[in-house]
């Protein structure tokens, strides 16, 4: 017997759905109160001429944008299971639905000449805009808090090659708040050996051999979702099995292509010859892209210096008064495209660090991450420095750097010329864009990362980047810097 009822994720879309409309709902009253009730004048009117006059009166209005608005959110289905709480696509969702109602508006009063109050309009679409984006923060934050209690969480079989489905368990398990848990995995007859299924219980997920797999596994097992990788072994034919098995279940079936590290906006489905094509686009550092990102960058730069200058004259009064030495630390790194420049930032370290640097790193015999050694109980450091550097005080002299354009806000953390020294070929592409004040390494662990991760966010960045994406990995810094997770 299939199961055909809601899963837990199509409810919670539902549900954020319901909460949607209430939402509308009470921005257009409040705005039709305060518009109307202080401006009893500002309603809409219809005067073609040499035609019969239609008055609507601010009930009128009110109602109307309140189901343009609704049937907005109808047509881009904004209770989608695959879109509620994932956070910014959810946002653009519900911002493009807005955007859709005062361009439905516009037109309108254009083609008909509707004379609408402009400032009604536009109150109500920016404070629906704002609602609902804050509604659907709220719901993100209560999904997440459920996450982390073991809720809400789709339990996962993955099938596919061996090797790939223990790196997809590890990523999978290290980011519980995606929402998928790994409790089950198929492999293929000739990779099951007893080496591998012990990889797997470490992982705390069975082993199966696919072969030996049924449909009626999914129910067994109460899978919520099956996670395909390809392969040679993976025919069309099987795949359509699958897919024809979970039909009529609230199982949902992934396939993930054998690719790595590739972001969802480089990749775009073709139909050829009846079959979907993925279409990967090349990365490109110049351009048009390129010269937005240098101007945000100057611009955040020249407003986060007028900002933070109260803490930085701070520091600077504070390092000078504790030993005498300079206030600042310029040192040379690697930029982009293998050019030196000089690195400022606040000294936290005693005048003569640079000297011991050698004799500290060869006896850190067990460091988490020997290429880039950072100690956490480094004796150099001063009293000041300490501080400072918990809490990345350090860090905001870069934003000369940033400004003289050696450096971006965002970007590969700036490697020093031994570190480079010791890359490994495709290390080098760490290097094809700026490096930055902040990235994803910085935001994802810093000196508790292991090189071959810290290698893979720099090269995921450099193969992904977008201004989008750097203001996210900027907002997501405020929080690394309050939990001051592996800074040091």
């Known amino acids: 017997m299939k199961d055909t009822k809601f899963s837990f994720m199509q409810r919670f879309g539902w549900s954020l759905f319901f909460w949607d409309l209430i939402v509308v709902a009470a921005v257009m009253v409040i705005n039709a109160f305060v518009h ?14 040499k035609l019969l006059t239609l008055s609507l009166n601010p009930v009128a209005l009110s109602l109307s944008m309140f189901l343009l608005w609704i049937l907005a959110l109808v047509l881009i289905k904004s ?28 037109f309108a009063s254009l083609t008909f000449k509707v004379d609408v109050s402009r400032t009604f309009v536009f109150s109500s679409f920016a404070t629906g805009a704002i609602a609902l ?58 990779a099951f050996t007893g080496k591998t299924e012990a990889q797997f219980a470490e992982l705390g997920v069975d082993l199966v051999v696919y072969e ?56 775009n489905s073709y139909p050829v010859a009846g079959m979907p094509f993925l279409h990967i686009e090349t990365p490109r550092f110049e351009g048009f892209k390129y010269l937005v990102k240098t101007t945000f960058d100057f611009l955040f730069a020249a407003v986060a210096f007028v900002a933070v200058l109260p803490i930085m004259l701070v520091t600077a009064i504070s390092i000078k008064l504790e030993d005498g030495g300079p206030i600042f630390y310029a040192q040379e790194r690697v930029g982009q495209n293998g050019n030196a420049f000089k690195m400022f930032k606040f000294r936290s370290m005693l005048i003569n660090a ?54 971006s806000v965002v970007g ?26 902040t990235g994803l390494w910085q935001v994802s662990g810093r000196s508790l990362l292991s090189w071959d991760e810290t290698v893979r966010l720099d090269l995921y960045y450099v193969e992904n980047w977008s201004l989008v994406g750097d203001i996210l990995i900027i907002l997501r810094t405020f929080k690394a810097v309050v939990d001051r997770s592996g800074a040091y």
């Open 36 to 49: 109307f009730w202080a401006l009893p004048n500002a309603n809409a009117t219809f005067k073609p001429e």
């Open 79 to 106: 209770w989608n299971p695959r879109v509620a709480g994932t956070g910014i696509p959810e946002y653009i969702m519900t911002t493009k639905a807005s955007v859709a109602v005062v361009a439905v508006l516009a």
């Open 133 to 190: 984006a804050m509604h659907r923060w709220s719901g993100r934050q209560w999904l997440l808090r459920q996450r982390r209690q073991g809720a809400y969480v789709k339990r996962t079989l993955l099938v596919g090659p061996a090797e790939q489905l223990l790196e997809m368990c590890k990523r999978l398990q290290e980011n519980p708040l995606d929402g998928y848990a790994p409790v089950r995995a198929a492999v293929f007859r000739a």
């Open 212 to 267: 030996e797999s049924s449909a009626e596994d999914a129910q067994t097992y109460k899978i919520d979702c099956v996670l395909i990788i390809g392969s040679d072994h993976m025919s069309a034919a099987r795949l359509k099995q699958i897919g024809w098995a979970l039909e009529g279940t609230t199982t949902e079936l992934i396939v993930a292509p054998a690719l790595v590290d590739f972001a969802g906006n480089r990749i």
């Open 354 to 407: 640079d000297s011991m640097h050698a004799e500290l790193r060869a006896k850190a015999v067990d460091a988490v991450n020997k290429r880039m050694f950072k100690d956490p109980n480094d004796p150099r450091l001063t009293k000041v420095g300490k501080f400072i550097r918990r809490f990345s005080i350090d860090e905001l002299p870069q934003i000369f750097n940033v400004m003289n354009g050696s450096m």
């Open 412 to 437: 590969p953390r700036p490697p020093l010329a031994s570190e480079v020294a010791e890359y490994d070929r495709h290390d080098h592409r760490r290097l094809l864009v700026k490096p930055g004040i």
